[in-house]
């Protein structure tokens, strides 16, 4: 797919702030389609000197109509002779009208030629392309919609449409078919669309009537009347019970001043609803995290209970592992109650799982400094979980076995660094201990720690782990970490 920037730096001479002007433009257009009911086409002229053929940028269909166009037209090349009107358009920096064949057929079409202007200079045109045998029915609807888009055509050609780039439209904002209320200069009621009518009926408003101020009927009036004295759109949400209605107010602007006000409106209520049921589904998963990190808890503490009651040394060493290892599984489901969506913060499980190891070093002769390296950012929850016990389970080994006998007085010293790139999360950990025992091999261990660490890094994570000796003891933990799409509303 061509973007316009694409499709403008490699045929045209438009600089950076007209492109800029021009996208601007393309991101608010859906309303002239919408008003207008018709095919629009951006087109600037082809670079050089060649100001008789233009290039095709962008092409919008209306919603609220048929288009002309099944194919795209993005990308080619129109010519004087099939659009004349554009090149008189362009040299003259006026708005031009006239019939013409449409393009790639013989059917005559209608073809307003609109200069867009910025600043003191035309930078592109904006042709709208509508059937001259019109399907629809001309009501007030239709009359007052395309008087309005004549209005918004006037402002591109002066330059105040687009609306500067601060002027953000919300993802969800309304259009004309959701809903589309006309004002005059003095907040004046002219037309309010079927759908318009209905929502301020839910909301409450019966008492509407064409001709009527805004602040007559109770609505809205002061995002109106902010928009008309910014000469800025303004975006404003209408609660009334259960219903909310998002409405967007845009001034009309001739010469710069504002002469009216169109107000769009959507009802936004099972929009609201919905987001509230996810959000309350997100509570809810964070609750359950919650009481699966107290349920852990509490078998940790049973295993303590039962740990005290034992005298074999081996016995209550095998318990005291399983306690920290359930601990550090608990450590993560803490965090997830915290954090909303499918994704959490490492970093946010490492220190705390370091602290468990740290506290859990009652001996004074036994110090270990831990050090914490790089970050880890988000990763998805399943992962966390192992990644967690793999981290749990080679801290454990620095600490119970890298420092038989303190030679420092500072105590021994681990490292854990984290490092991510786009798809892996790499997890070093490192000791200045006394190193790995003579002809050990990684894969013929036989411990339980680094059984339970290649089996959950190798099978389940999918990634690889290598162990070194040498000054202290070194491993390196590889794992792929797709972060999953962040799912939409
Ligand atoms: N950081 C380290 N420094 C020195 N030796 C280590 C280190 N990590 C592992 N080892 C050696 O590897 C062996 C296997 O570790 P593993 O975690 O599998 O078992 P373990 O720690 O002995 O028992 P468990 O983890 O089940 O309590 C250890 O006994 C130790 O000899
Ligand atoms: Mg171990």
Redesign the pocket.
Known sequence: MRTLGELALRHTDLKVGDLEHLQSLVSSWRILADLSFSDLLLMAPLSGDDTERFVVLAQLRPTTGQTLYATDLVGSVVGEAERPLVAKAWRSGTLVVGDAPILGSAERVRVHCIPVRRRDHVVGILVRESTTRSTRRHGDLERIYQETFDHLARMVAEGTFPFPSYDVEPQESPRVGDGAIVLDATARIRFASPNAVSHLHRIGIHAYTPGLQLAEVGFAEEAVMTALSVKLPVTEEIERGETSILLRAIPLLGGGEPTGALILLRDVTDLRSRDRMLLSKDATIREIHHRVKNNLQTIAALLRLQRRRLRSDESR?ALL?SERRIRSIAIVHETLAREPGGAVRFDDIVRPLLRAVEEALTSPDRRVRFEVKGTAGEIPDGIATPLAVVLN??V???V???FPEPRDPLGGRVVVELNRTDGTLALDVS?D?????EG?VLED???????I?QALVTGELGGTIE?SGGD??H?HVEVPVALPEPTAP
């Open positions: 060493q592992e389970e080679l454990q080994n620095a119970d076995h890298a000791d201990g006394i190193g790995l025992p050990f261990a036989t411990g339980l720690g680094l059984t660490v162990m202290g003891t491993v």
